[in-house]
């Protein structure tokens, strides 16, 4: 869990919020519990936010946090990610997105954006990429990102960074409220727990059973119309439990550790 800091008003960045649309005038009129809020490291509600992209003017929306730096305070967005269609991409980028990369692509009134596909959604979710930016150059500052990496980020890589014998690995997740996953070890770890929060095909109940039609889209079926599939995965995943059970309590019985 991150320490919780506490700031006072005259620490708040207002040249960096100002680049994103917050003035200090809408800063200094919010709402006593979101000022409170926002002065204690937490995030705020959702604020409009207006971002420039080469000239192109990009209305979207975030959550923010303050966050403590050497010698200076900075902000870390939590932005409200949107919508397109996977056909608007082109054959490569849809390839790419359809194999869980994350792409760096122009989105027509949006600008240059982070995309991300979701197959629960069946729709490619984006955030402008500045805001993203935003993020990657805080992280860079306290994780020691070098230059090389934070390019790789910003598109779309994974990168491991080691501190001695640790190491931590980052990388872009839409999913993630600052948009940026960090676990702690290598690139592989960083995948298989991104793999492990799609669910199994099947989740028996009491009652009855939900299947996952492998995008993570639920439907539940009642015990009494079950296939002759899932009665013996349902009989041989009993089983398998018993017998653990079983194992564990030799292993008690004798004292044993698994």
């Known amino acids: 869990m991150r320490k919780r800091e506490y700031f006072n008003e005259s620490e ?3 040249g960096t919020l100002e680049n994103f649309g917050l003035t200090r005038e809408m800063i200094e009129s919010l709402p006593y519990p979101v000022m409170n809020r926002l002065l204690s490291s937490q995030t705020t509600p959702v604020l409009p936010l207006t971002v420039e992209d080469n000239g192109k003017v990009i209305k979207c929306q975030g959550k923010i946090a303050l966050v403590r730096k050497e010698g200076r305070v900075d902000v870390i967005f939590h932005p409200v990610w949107e919508t397109n269609k996977l056909e608007n991409f082109t054959p490569e ?8 990369e994350v792409i760096y692509a122009d989105i027509m009134e949006k600008g240059k954006c982070f995309v ?6 069946n729709k490619c979710l984006f ?3 500045v ?3 935003q993020n990657i150059e805080c992280l860079s500052e306290s994780e020691a990102v070098d230059e090389e990496s934070i390019m790789l980020l910003k598109n779309g890589q994974i990168v491991e960074i080691t501190d ?9 997740d839409l999913d993630t409220p600052s948009c940026l996953r960090i676990v702690s070890g ?3 770890k960083w995948k298989k727990e991104k793999e492990a929060e799609n669910l199994p095909q099947y989740s ?3 009652f009855g059973c939900w299947v996952n039609d492998g995008n993570n889209n639920l439907s539940y079926i009642d015990e009494e119309d079950y296939t002759d599939e899932m009665v013996d995965l349902q009989n041989l995943m009993a089983s398998r439990n018993a017998a653990t059970a079983q194992m564990n309590g030799m292993s008690n019985n004798y004292g044993l550790k698994r």
Do not use: A, K, M
């Open 93 to 100: 980028e849809q390839e790419r997105l359809r194999n869980g």
């Open 186 to 188: 290598d690139s592989n």
């Open 204 to 206: 028996f109940g009491l």
């Open 127 to 129: 955030v402008p990429g």
């Open 131 to 133: 805001i993203i930016e």
């Open 12 to 14: 708040i960045p207002y």
């Open 116 to 121: 991300q596909f979701d197959g629960e959604l």
């Open 164 to 172: 001695g014998e640790d190491t931590v690995t980052v990388g872009v």
